[in-house]
């Protein structure tokens, strides 16, 4: 590794921060469960809406997709 490198400096500083440690799995489960759960709520939600009113799926999976890049982004914030 270079002298120039501050990979090692990098890692000293992830490890100070909340999800990097000995508890990472801990503090990782919930944002994974979050996840998972808007997840299926979201294909149940489209396959209840295709089944029901099919003309209405296509700009309701659109407005998802917008919502979901603005959610991003504004995680990004």
Excluded: C, H
């Excluded at 100070?16 to 990472?24: K, M, R, T, W």
């Excluded at 808007?38 to 939600?45: I, Q, R, S």
């Amino acid at each position: 590794m270079s002298n120039t490198s501050n990979f090692r400096q990098a890692i000293r500083d992830a490890k100070g921060q909340a999800l990097i440690g000995p508890n990472v799995i801990a503090n990782a489960l919930p944002w994974l469960g979050g996840g998972l759960m808007l997840t299926a709520l979201g294909t149940y939600g489209g396959l209840t809406v295709i089944a029901s009113n099919p003309q209405i799926f296509m700009p309701t999976f659109f407005g998802a997709i917008v919502l979901e890049l603005i959610l991003f982004l504004w995680l990004l914030a």
